[in-house]
Each structure stands twice: as C-alpha cells, then as structure tokens.
C-alpha cells in the first residue's frame, strides 16, 4: 500500500478489516444495539476500500478538487446501506453480508470565498454527530443507541463556508435521508449546520437542522434537530456530547389499515387513529481518557425515548452505558473491548421482546492496511 501510494502520489488507496466477536445475554439479536447485530457470535463486520483524492484546503491561492470512494463489505452493510444503492440485499433478502458504495463524491475548493468554502457533490455522511458507521471513526466499538436509529448518509450537494477562526456555516439541498435520488421516497430536503469553536479551543458548539422538508411518511424522511458539544479538559481529557429531536409525521399505525413501507417501521398511534406523528429524542456523552500514545479509556453514557416505536419497533425508553479500552498495537493494528450494560425502562424491548435488560461483552480488531 505504501508503495501503490507514493506512486500515485495526492490520490491514496487504503483501508482496513474489522473482525468482530460479542457475548450476550441475549439469545438471537442485540437490537437495537449496533454493529454487533447477531448475539453470540464471531463474524466480519467490515472489510472497507478507500480511494480519494483530498483537495488542498491549507492554501489560498488556488481552486482545488478532490474526490473519495469507498466500498464496504460485511454484516455492517445493514447500518449503511440507503434504499435505491443495493438496498435489495437487506430489505428484500436479508442477508447476513453484504456489499454497500458507502460514500462516493466531488469535492471543489475555492480559496477566494470567505476564507475557504467547499462543496461536496455526491452520497456523503449526514452531517451531524459524533459516531460515524465507518468503524475508526468511533472511539467504541460499538453504537449509541442515538446514533443506531438516526439518519447516516445524504444524496446531494453541501457547501461548507468558514468565515474566520471561530465559525463555520453550511448549507445544501438533498434528497433527504439514506436513499438515492431516483427513489420514489427522495424529496427536497434542506440541511443548514453552525460550528462554533472558542479562541482557546477549548471547546466547540455545532448545531444543525438536517434533512428538513414537509416531514411526511416516506423511507427514513427523518426531521432531525441536533446539537454536539465538544470540550477539553485537559491534554489528555476530553468529552462529547450530543443531542437530538427528530420525527416523522403521518407514520401508520401498527395494527391499522394502512400497509408500512418495506424496511420502514409503522408507529405505536392511539387508539382509532390510522397515522401519527412519530418523535423521538435522545442524549449521549463520551468522556474519554488517554493513558499513552497508544491506549485510551472511553466511558459512554446515553438516553433514548423512541416515543412511538417507530424507530426501535418498541415505545420505551431507553438508558445504556458502556465502557471501553483502546490500544494501538505500533500503527496498523487497532484493539477495542468494552463492556456494555443496557435497559428498556416501559417494556421488554431486547433478544426480540424478551427482556428488558441487556449485557454484552465484545471487542473488534481493525487491522489498517
């Protein structure tokens, strides 16, 4: 890979394995925990290939343009596909492994514009957040139950303004979340972000509104309201936190006389109605310690209150904590076990509605390539 690198010089080939193995107390599923899917079980959650180009974003004297492609194989397909990119594998087949072109855009850098804007044309993540589903993008290895649920990538164009050291505006237009454009479920969405960063750097604010449009029921036509907070401590302490409201509106009820869309949940309405407004809300924090170059310890905490269980399929609150240890092992090997401890307060929500708690044990070892 190195050599491949340096011969093509500012376009770079690259990527990593990710085996996984989980023990649970749940029998068949650990949903809605996610990456590990399957209980009890050894598997691949990804193998993943990036080719990208990175425009030059340091200069000011130039227009720039870069690119980045990236191929995912394995059981994490489940958490990344969008419906109209090979989604037939899950929605239609429901297979264990699969194949999903998890990220595929353009960038181009305008120096003169502000101090720099970028727009980026294409299937990219969805803007807000701290956890991505790209496993060393994370500082666990396994999800937040906030993360889980919401959208994760976009269709579109976003541009990316910085105005000075302090703040960053964006803005785009999208065919709102996790399907491609030529689906009947696209619809003209909005997405407008705003990043504050303090002069001691010490702490960042970004807030955004993603995915904005009528918020009728189509496939993961989420309303999303979300704000992060990053904040150091010290140089080898900080924590991040996020927040979210998000909804759909004219959802199907469960047990009514109005067919769901395949892969999208109907909602727990009251009594008589057809179709609701299906909302949600939910908080994490992660507080993490490094211990030396390579080891760092990560403590996540988070709520979940699927209000009509339209997301989980079980209208409950949620609470979850997990601890986790992180070693590098030189540069290309990743180690991350964790411990993980979760509770459905309104019902039995886990191992397919069976019990209200769940404990997993599980680690992935990412090997750089």
Known sequence: MTAINNASRRTKLYGWIDPTLNFSTSSHLNLPEANDLYSNRFELNQVVLYLERLPD??????????????????????????????????????????????????DLYFPKWFQGTNLRLGRFISLPGIEAQLAPNNYIFSHSLL???????????????????????????????????????????????????????????????????????????LQQ??????????????????????????????????QPELGANAAYCQPGEQRCTAPEYAIVNFLQKELSVHDFLSFRTD?????????????????ENTISFNHWFGT??????????????????????????????????????
């Open 225 to 258: 309201y979300d704000s992060t907070w990053y904040h150091k401590f010290s140089k080898s302490v900080h924590m991040a936190t996020e927040a979210w409201y998000m909804y759909e509106r004219d959802v199907p009820a469960i047990g009514g006389s109005i």
């Open 303 to 319: 709520f979940l209150d699927d209000k009509k269980g339209q997301r989980t399929g079980y209208a409950t609150r949620y609470f």
């Open 147 to 221: 993360y889980a649920i919401d959208p994760f990538t976009d269709t579109g164009l976003m541009a990316t303004f910085k105005l000075n050291d302090q703040w960053i505006v964006q803005a785009g237009l999208t065919g709102s979340h996790d399907v491609a454009l030529w689906t009947p479920d696209a619809r003209p969405s909005g997405t407008a972000c705003l990043s504050y960063t303090t002069h001691s750097v010490n702490d960042n604010l970004y807030a955004c509104a993603n995915g904005i449009n009528s918020g009728k029921y189509a496939y993961n036509n």
């Open 57 to 106: 974003s340091v200069q000011r004297n130039h227009v720039d343009w870069g690119y980045h492609l990236t191929a995912l194989y394995g059981t994490d397909y489940r958490f990344t596909f969008a419906k109209g990119y090979f989604s037939s594998q899950s929605l239609d087949h429901h297979r264990q492994y699969g194949f999903d072109p998890t990220l595929e855009y353009l």
């Open 332 to 369: 290309t090997v990743q180690l991350r076990p964790e411990l993980r401890f979760e509770r459905a307060w309104d019902k039995p929500a886990f191992d397919n509605g069976r019990h209200q708690n769940q404990f997993t044990g599980a680690s992935d070892l990412i090997f750089h390539f």
